[in-house]
């Protein structure tokens, strides 16, 4: 519990005031913006502003300049700083009725210009890893001129209260049996598919990368030919040069790329597909990038997932290099997923493709007419093949055998 006083009860609705310690943390925690409010020069100031916690301590990022920044070196500066989330937008029957769901803090004290370096370090390094967890240790650290610019305004959590409202909506008597809607519309903040650099050739790491289930979660996989990575943006280059040849092209669902860039709105595409987990191919030796395939139509409930979207370059077929990686792609599916089926899709014109799934030891289930759209307009017959995991096991040891002989 915090210190309750006059500043901190809440006149109007009172009854959704609380002082609870891990509710007034959690919402600090996970509003990425502040509202810094002072005054300066006998008149109300107002900032925005981005904060970080540690421990009962709020730190709060501001520019040398500032004029908060400059009041607070004498002695401190009076503050009130606010935070608030927006859970859901209340649409009552009535206009008067309408309201917010939400999760607020305020904070009240007095701010004092963090000077101690080693302290300032700590809050420089919060507020990094508030943007994204682990940054901090994964960027440049500001230099000397860079943390001259940048002042820490420290903000101990003592004088604090939170406000919430929860719940639906609510009418008054007389109102419920008016002809509109009402109800809650849920609101939530979410990351979207990270945007790379210009020119830039880092992978995206690990802590970027969107929190998801196993079944739509990349993996390494590594083999004796081929190793399958998770597809990224700097894969672009490479991967045009290795499919560049036609013939790569003749049946997938997408048209050939005419540049690096044409190849790079691809693999964004690959990447911002939410039902699609896209892996680079490697070839083993060397690391070269010879092509690309893909998990789609994962469903961890049904427990069943589909491998395609494969285009490998030319050089590399009939290598072992496509056999390898169904391989390790069907092993991840029975083996560490647990699916129960797994499925395959092409061209009925493709006879090349349908070999080399059948190949695999797969059954053909028959065609799905008119499935998809083919890149010049027409629809396309897709042969559906699939296993199940009653059938792997056996297609396991007689691909790895037929590998084996090929490497001997």
């Known amino acids: 519990m915090f210190q309750q006083t006059a500043r901190t009860t809440p006149r109007r609705l009172p009854e959704r005031a609380t002082y ?7 919402v600090l925690d996970e509003a990425y913006v502040c509202h810094l409010g002072y005054v300066a020069d006998g ?12 421990g009962d301590t709020l730190y709060l990022h501001g520019s040398t300049g500032s004029r908060a920044l400059l009041a607070a070196r004498d002695g401190g500066l009076p503050v009130c700083v606010t935070v608030t989330l927006i859970d859901g937008l209340v649409l009552a ?22 000077a101690d370096e080693a302290e300032r370090a700590r809050a420089f390094t919060a507020l990094v890893d508030k943007v994204a967890p682990g940054r901090a240790a994964d960027s440049r650290p500001p230099d000397r001129k860079e943390s001259a610019q940048t002042a820490v305004l420290a903000l101990p959590l003592a004088e604090v209260s939170a406000k919430v409202r929860t719940g639906g909506v609510n009418d008054d008597p007389e109102d419920l049996d008016l002809p509109h809607w009402a109800g809650v519309v849920p609101l939530k903040l979410t990351r979207g598919q990270p945007e790379p650099a210009d020119a830039l050739g880092v992978p995206l790491p690990d802590y970027l990368r969107a929190q998801q289930d196993s079944w739509h979660r990349p993996a390494r996989l590594a083999g004796r030919h081929v190793v399958l990575e998770p597809l990224d943006h700097p894969h672009a280059p490479a991967l045009f040069a290795a499919l560049d040849d036609e013939a790569v092209w003749t049946h ?15 693999v964004a595409a690959a990447l911002a597909d939410p039902d ?46 496509n056999t390898e990686s169904k391989l390790l792609l069907m092993a991840h599916a029975f083996d560490t997923l647990g699916a129960l089926r797994v499925e395959w899709h092409t061209d009925i014109r493709n006879a090349r493709s349908q070999a080399a799934i059948e190949r695999l030891g797969v059954q053909r289930e028959g065609v799905l007419r008119a499935h998809r759209r083919r890149p010049d307009g027409s629809q396309r017959d897709t042969v559906l093949y699939s296993m199940i995991a009653g059938e792997w096991p056996a297609a396991r040891e007689r691909l790895t055998g037929a590998l084996a002989a090929r490497s001997a």
Do not use: C, K
């Not at 008149?43 to 540690?54: D, M, N, S």
């Not at 987990?277 to 395939?293: K, N, Y």
């Open 43 to 54: 008149e109300p100031r107002v900032l925005p502003t981005l904060h970080a916690r540690v």
């Open 252 to 266: 997938l669902t997408s048209a050939r790329p005419a540049s690096v860039a044409e190849m790079a709105q691809l």
């Open 93 to 114: 029957r009535s206009q008067f009725h309408h309201s917010v769901n939400y999760r607020s803090v305020v904070v009240h004290g007095t701010a004092r210009l963090v």
């Open 20 to 26: 609870d310690v891990a509710l007034v943390h959690a």
């Open 276 to 321: 699609r987990v896209p892996f680079v191919q490697l070839e083993a030796a060397t690391g070269r990038v010879i092509g690309s395939t893909s998990y789609y139509s994962a469903n961890a409930h049904s427990r069943s997932i589909a491998i395609g979207h494969t285009m490998l370059g030319r050089p590399w077929w009939r290598t072992g290099v």
